[in-house]
Structure formats: C-alpha cells, structure tokens
C-alpha cells in the first residue's frame, strides 16, 4: 500500500511538466477509439534504465487499462522469449536482444525507441580503445548469450575485430564488475548502477559510452517491444501503451531525483544516489531526436557482422518491427 501511496504522490506532483507539454496527446486519445483490450503486462526486469515502464504504470491506467501488471522476467534474450510466447505483452530491451529472437521467427515486434545511452565499457588503463581488446579478457557474466557479449560483440566487428577470435571471453557465476575490480579480466560492458559505482571507487576507465561516443550515442539502446498477436488484436491499446512509455521518459528527464524515489520505494534499486545520477545522466529526453528503424539497421548490421544473427538487416525490419504507432505519438507529442 505503501508503494503505490508514493507512485500516486509522485504522478500528482507533477502538474508543472503538464504545462511543459508532457500531457499533449491527451485529446487525440480523446478522440481515438477506446482500446480494444483493458489488459496490459510488462516485464517486472531489474535496472534502472527502464524506469519509464514504472513510472508509466498509472498513465498507462489512464489510457484505459484497469488490467495492468507486471511480471518476473530476467532482462535480455529470457525477457523477450516471454514476449514470443504471450507470458507478457509488452517489454522494454535492449535493441540487440530484440534482434535476435526476431532472426530467429518469433512473433514480436519493436515498436517505438525508449532511450539512448545506458551502458559504458569499462576498461584497463593500458585498454584506449575497442581495438586494444584484442588478445584481452572480457567478462561477461553467466553465458555467450548475454547482453554484454552481444554488445560488446557488435562493438569488436564495428571496429574490425573477429569477437569469437580475437577475444577471450570470461563466463561464469561470479560477476563481471566484481571480478574487473579484481583485476581478473581486462574490460567489461556495464550498466547502472555498475557504471556509477565503478566510477566513484576510481576502478579502471571508461573506454567507451555509449550516451556520449558516436555512433552509439546516435542509436536506441532500450526500445519498447509487443508480442505480435497481441499488436495485431489490438492496434489501439498498442498506440497507448506506446504513447504512455514515451510521455514517462520525459518524466525521467524532468524529474529524475522523484523517479529515483520511486524506483528505491518499488523495490527495483536500492541505491537512490546511484539512480539519481543514473537518470541525469541518460538523455531520455533525446527519443525525439533518433529514428528508430536506424537502431535496427545498425546493430543488425553489427549482429549479422559477428555471425549472431543470419537475417540481414532489411529482412529484420520487415520481419520484426512497425514504426506507424510511434510515428504517429511522435508528431503528437512533439514540443
């Protein structure tokens, strides 16, 4: 009871973004059909950087869904396996662990970009460059088919590099921050809180980030995904969902000290001094500026690069994604 006490002050205290065109949409949703559906799941994954699907738990209610919930899901390839069978509706991922399950057939499609930037490469000092991974151990936690093997895997064939050749993978139970701070691997992919910890202990060096650093910088890292069945029963109730997820990423710009509350008060991070910078540092804001079929095009490019996906990236944009719903919230929302 508590929680939802704080989410409900924390979405009432913001009449003043109001003003500043956060609620704009609010009149076409009035004049559009109702939703077809009152139902709508997310994917409960840990992180901080997917804090606009909780902050949009009540304008999602208020777009007309009075079934709406969460469910357990790890982040990555598992989250969207749960969206291909139906287990939830709507997921927010990475945009390389959405490219692979739609290689692969699985019915779902990315529908909108969520955010830019939330992950950097950690490495040792005499590590300037992607390149210098060469011959060097990275951690990537449990197994080859984690988020940060598949990045980083995209980063190497970007800058020429054979990922399966030319680096040492490092697998297993321990963590990769954990043993980076061990000086047991070379370089690691992190994401918050990982980044803003690391930074603050003055372990290792960022080589890259991707909210700074072209081209990353210039691409969705976090997009929204919906199961393909369920976009296709109900076009309308997508469109507000989708309307909902981007009008609370520009909550997280304005508001990143109140968001941080209320992602320590839902229980999704325990380091509010963290998220607070976490937030101010990820340019939420800039979802206007990016098209998000670029992110597609780019990363499936990188994947089909590294051997990882067999699709070339025309295939996986006419396979697994349907920009009209986000274009159309974009022009409604745009400031």
Avoid at 210 to 230: G, I
Avoid at 279 to 295: A, G, I, K, Q, V
């Amino acid at each position: 009871m508590q929680i939802v006490q704080n989410r409900r002050r924390f979405l009432t205290g913001l009449s003043a973004l109001a003003g500043a065109g956060l609620a704009r949409g609010r009149n076409a949703a009035a004049a559009e059909a109702a939703p077809e559906t009152t139902v709508a799941r997310f994917a409960a994954a840990p992180g901080i950087c997917i804090a606009p699907q909780y902050v949009a738990e009540d304008l999602i209610r208020a777009e007309g869904f009075s079934d709406f919930g969460f469910v357990a899901a790890d982040a990555g390839i598992a989250q969207t396996e749960m969206l291909a069978r139906g287990d939830i509706d709507f997921g927010i991922d990475f945009a390389t662990a959405l490219i692979i399950p739609v290689d692969t057939g699985a019915p779902i499609k990315v529908i909108s970009g969520v955010h830019v930037g939330c992950y950097e490469l950690f490495g040792r000092e005499d590590i300037k460059s992607i390149a210098d991974l060469k011959g060097r151990k990275v951690g990537v936690g449990g197994n080859l088919s984690s988020d940060p093997h598949i990045f980083v895997s995209a980063m190497a064939t970007y800058v020429g590099l054979d990922p399966q050749r030319d680096i040492e993978w490092i697998v297993g139970e321990a963590k990769p921050a954990e043993l980076f701070a061990e000086g047991k691997v070379d370089a690691f992919l992190a994401f918050p809180p990982e980044a803003q910890d690391l930074r603050a202990r003055k372990v290792g060096h960022v080589i890259l980030d991707s909210s700074k650093d072209r081209p990353w910088s210039q691409y969705y890292c976090c997009m929204l995904a919906v199961n393909a069945a369920y976009a296709e029963k109900n076009p309308a109730a997508t469109k507000r969902v989708i309307r909902a997820i981007i009008k609370s990423a520009d909550i997280c710009a304005a508001e990143p000290e109140r968001v941080a509350r209320l992602l320590v008060d839902g229980g999704h991070t325990d380091q509010y001094d963290y998220a607070v910078q976490s937030l101010r540092e990820l340019p939420y804001s800039n979802w206007r500026d990016f098209d998000p079929e670029d992110t597609i095009r780019f990363f499936s490019l990188r994947l089909h690069e590294a051997g990882i996906v067999k699709s070339n990236p025309n295939e996986i944009i006419a396979n697994g994604t349907d920009w009209q719903f986000f274009n159309e919230v974009k022009r409604e929302l745009k400031i």
